[in-house]
Every structure is written in structure tokens, then in C-alpha cells.
């Protein structure tokens, strides 16, 4: 194998619905980035996309339990 230990930056983004419990939390995620062999939203655009359709819908809906959604940046590498 070929590997590579080294420190690298990244950037998250998070966000959860307002109501709901703090307990038994839902997370719904998707990673932002892309492999050399595939570049771009071609990667993952449809995980990206789904999460944050649903991000959208659940804006206005109540929720028993507090639904926590997230985008990684470092996922590949």
C-alpha cells in the first residue's frame, strides 16, 4: 500500500433542527470532498444533495427528537 501520514486542515459544516429532545439524537451526513480519480460534485453531489433536501423540508417540521445534520470536508483524505 501506498500511505501518507501527515496534519491536514478541513472544514465541517453542522446544523440541527431547533426542536426536539437532546436525547436519541438523529444524524443525517454526507462528505463534501472528492477523490483525485473523480473530482468534483461528481463524487458525492447526490449524499450532499439529499441531506441538505431534506435539511430544507424538515426546516419547518416538529420533531420529537432533534435531528442533527452534517457536512464532512475530510472524508477521503
Known amino acids: 500500500t ?7 486542515s478541513s472544514t465541517n ?4 433542527t431547533t426542536g426536539g429532545s437532546g436525547e ?4 443525517v ?9 473523480g473530482p468534483g460534485i ?7 444533495g439529499a441531506v441538505l433536501a ?3 423540508r424538515m426546516a419547518a417540521a416538529s420533531t420529537e427528537r ?5 457536512w464532512w470536508g475530510a472524508e477521503e483524505l
Open 2 to 8: 501506498d500511505t501518507v501520514s501527515e496534519t491536514r
Open 13 to 16: 459544516v453542522f446544523a440541527e
Open 66 to 70: 432533534t435531528v442533527r445534520f452534517a
Open 42 to 48: 461528481n463524487d458525492n453531489g447526490s449524499g450532499t
Open 29 to 37: 451526513g454526507a462528505h463534501l470532498d472528492s477523490v483525485p480519480e
Open 24 to 27: 436519541g439524537v438523529l444524524m
Open 54 to 56: 431534506v435539511a430544507q
